[in-house]
C-alpha cells in the first residue's frame, strides 16, 4: 500500500513539469470562485505566482518532517495575517489547490492521491490557522479559536 506522503510526492512530481502554470491556474480559479479574495493581493501576479510554487515544493520537499513543516506553515499563517488573511480563507484555497493539482497530475490523481492531499492540507489549515489566531486573525465562526 502506497503512504500518503509517496502520494503527496509521486503527484507533486507529476505536476512539477508545469511549474508556474500550476499557480497560475490556482489564482484563477481562486479568484473566479472566491473573488472577495482578489483584494489581498497585487495586481500583477508573477512574483506571488513564483513564491506560492517555491513554498509548495518546499512543504513537498520537507512533508516527511513535521517539524520543518510545522515551522514553514507556522511562518506562512503570521506572515500571511499581514495581508489580510483569516482562517476562514483557508478551505477556499484549499479547494483551488486541489483543483490545480488535479488539472495538471493527470492520471496520477487518483481517489487516494486526492485524500493523501486532503490530509496534507488538512494539517496546513490547522497550523496555519493557529498561527493566525495568535497573530490577531478574527477566527472563522462556530471555532472556537480567537
Same mark, same amino acid.
Given at each position: 500500500?502506497?503512504?500518503?506522503?509517496?502520494?503527496? =510526492?509521486?503527484?507533486?512530481?507529476?505536476?512539477?513539469?508545469?511549474?508556474?502554470?500550476?499557480?497560475?491556474?490556482?489564482?484563477?480559479?481562486?479568484?473566479?470562485?472566491?473573488?472577495?479574495?482578489?483584494?489581498?493581493?497585487?495586481?500583477?501576479?508573477?512574483?506571488?505566482?513564483?513564491?506560492?510554487?517555491?513554498?509548495?515544493?518546499? +512543504?513537498?520537499? =520537507?512533508?516527511?518532517?513535521?517539524?520543518?513543516?510545522?515551522?514553514?506553515?507556522?511562518?506562512?499563517?503570521?506572515?500571511?495575517?499581514?495581508?489580510?488573511?483569516?482562517?476562514?480563507?483557508?478551505?477556499?484555497?484549499?479547494?483551488? +489547490?486541489?483543483?490545480?493539482? =488535479?488539472?495538471?497530475?493527470?492520471?496520477?490523481?487518483?481517489?487516494?492521491?486526492?485524500?493523501?492531499?486532503?490530509?496534507?492540507?488538512?494539517?496546513?489549515?490547522?497550523?496555519?490557522?493557529?498561527?493566525?489566531?495568535?497573530?490577531?486573525?478574527?477566527?472563522?465562526?462556530?471555532?472556537?479559536?480567537?
Amino acid at each position: 500500500m502506497t503512504s500518503q506522503t509517496e502520494l503527496v =510526492k509521486s503527484s507533486f512530481a507529476a505536476v512539477e513539469p508545469y511549474g508556474t502554470q500550476v499557480t497560475e491556474y490556482f489564482y484563477d480559479h481562486l479568484f473566479k470562485h472566491h473573488p472577495e479574495v482578489r483584494p489581498l493581493f497585487a495586481e500583477h501576479m508573477g512574483e506571488q505566482r513564483d513564491r506560492l510554487w517555491q513554498a509548495l515544493r518546499a +512543504l513537498v520537499g =520537507k512533508v516527511e518532517d513535521t517539524e520543518a513543516v510545522t515551522r514553514m506553515l507556522d511562518g506562512l499563517g503570521t506572515r500571511h495575517v499581514g495581508y489580510g488573511a483569516t482562517p476562514a480563507h483557508l478551505p477556499a484555497v484549499g479547494a483551488s +489547490l486541489l483543483a490545480a493539482l =488535479k488539472h495538471f497530475a493527470g492520471p496520477a490523481w487518483t481517489p487516494e492521491t486526492e485524500a493523501a492531499w486532503v490530509a496534507v492540507y488538512g494539517v496546513i489549515t490547522d497550523v496555519m490557522g493557529r498561527a493566525m489566531a495568535r497573530a490577531g486573525a478574527p477566527a472563522p465562526a462556530g471555532t472556537g479559536h480567537g
